[in-house]
């Protein structure tokens, strides 16, 4: 066990903060002092470079099915040295039912993937049914992960739980899905208040529920930063290069097919195609870190619990980049440092304040998840976090 940081002492209250009624709720936030307790990190990169190493190196032995265990193990890590109040949160999944998970979800994707590649006699039609189901119930996959990842997460000892329905992962996961696509992303960020609500409404901290106060034009302002963030970067890059490009004679407007085919203008789109994508992966890691900020700072739990962040996106969006420039260069070596690093400064800017003590909070019934919803967004890498 890690030393757990300093943190501030709360008073203690007799009644749970699940239990309170709205007017209880107003009288004990104009009576009780508001207390501010900030999260810690307390890994090392060292230290999770061998937990790391192990893991990817049993995972590769094993053709994959140590993999479970690795998740468990990882998240174990990055659970157990974060700190809130003077206590660490633990995860409490168990491999075998992450297992069963990825058995099932693996043979899908393996059965799509064989139809794919080697398209033996009606391929198109077992690739077609596997697909249209996997998007039938993505959303219900989604609800599904995010249970079996509230119920896995602890503190103090109280559960996290996830009251999310079909019906709601429905509306936000699929039909926002499709508004945006068929919008041609202009309800995307809609779509992305959404999930995020649908998200954060269905947790809950024993039996405190929490709430989402965010609204649709925030994450809009967010997602027009992202746009004018590519389309403003393209712009500056473009055209002095170009400019460039042309006044060495490197680049010319082709006459003829040889000319388009030539070298020179071929690796010249080639280095253009390569900015374009590196200004959207620019923009889509602020897109990701001011988001992660806007949730954070409209969480309400129980009515006496408020989370914040005060980090800065756009140091986030250096973190992000410079960490996948390292990890390419050291080809995934540095990737422990880099998890480690991003972990820190999320952490270190994040904070809770309460007006009751985080120990009063009360339990409830937690029923048992299956793991299958978990182990599709982990293998298929769909990201479910803020």
């Known amino acids: 066990m890690t030393d757990a940081p300093p943190s501030v002492p709360l008073g203690r209250h007799a009644a749970p903060p699940g239990s309170l009624q709205p007017a209880e709720t107003a009288d004990l936030q104009a009576a009780s002092p508001v207390t501010t307790h900030a999260f810690a990190f307390t890994g090392q990169a060292g230290e999770y470079f061998r937990l790391w190493i192990v893991n990817t190196a049993l995972t590769t032995v094993t053709l994959g099915l140590y993999l479970p265990w690795a998740r468990v193990r990882q998240r174990q890590y990055f659970y157990g040295h974060t700190w809130l ?8 999944a168990r491999p075998l039912a992450l297992l069963r998970g990825y058995l099932v979800v693996g043979a899908f994707f393996l059965a799509y993937t064989l139809a794919s590649q080697f398209q033996f006699s009606g391929w198109e039609y077992v690739a077609g049914a596997i697909a249209l189901l996997f998007f039938a119930l993505y959303p219900w996959l989604v609800m599904k992960s995010l249970r079996f990842l509230a119920v896995s997460t602890t503190h103090r000892g109280l559960r996290f739980r996830h009251h999310g329905r079909a019906g709601g992962a ?17 309800a995307l960020p809609f779509a992305w208040f959404l999930q995020r609500r649908y998200q954060v409404d269905g947790a809950a901290y024993g039996t405190a529920r929490a709430r989402f106060r965010g609204d649709t034009g925030e994450f809009y302002l967010i997602g027009l930063t992202g746009v004018a963030l590519t389309l403003g970067g393209g712009l500056l890059l473009a055209v002095p290069l170009i400019g460039a490009l042309f006044g060495a004679g490197v680049l010319a407007v082709p006459q003829s097919e040889e000319e388009f085919l030539a070298p020179t203008f071929l690796v010249s789109l080639a280095v253009g195609y390569l900015l374009v ?14 988001t992660l900020r806007l949730v954070l700072n409209r969480v309400e739990v129980g009515g006496v619990v408020r989370t914040g962040a005060t980090f800065s996106p756009w140091r986030l969006v250096w973190i992000g980049v410079s960490n996948t420039a390292l990890q390419v260069l050291t080809l995934g070596l540095a990737t422990p440092w880099a998890a480690v690093r991003r ?3 999320v952490l270190s800017g994040m904070q809770v ?9 009360s339990a409830g019934v937690t029923p048992g998840e299956d793991a299958l919803g978990e182990a599709a967004t982990e293998l298929l890498d769909i990201d479910l976090g803020f």
Not at 85 to 92: K, P, S
């Open 85 to 92: 109040d003077g206590a660490n949160f633990e995860y409490t």
């Open 170 to 186: 429905y509306a936000s996961y699929g039909l926002g899905n499709v508004a945006a696509l068929l919008s041609g992303g202009l």
């Open 277 to 290: 994508l590196a200004l959207y992966g620019v923009a889509w890691q602020y897109v990701r870190a001011a």
């Open 343 to 345: 972990a820190r400064y």
């Open 353 to 361: 304040r309460a007006l009751v003590g985080l120990d009063s909070f």
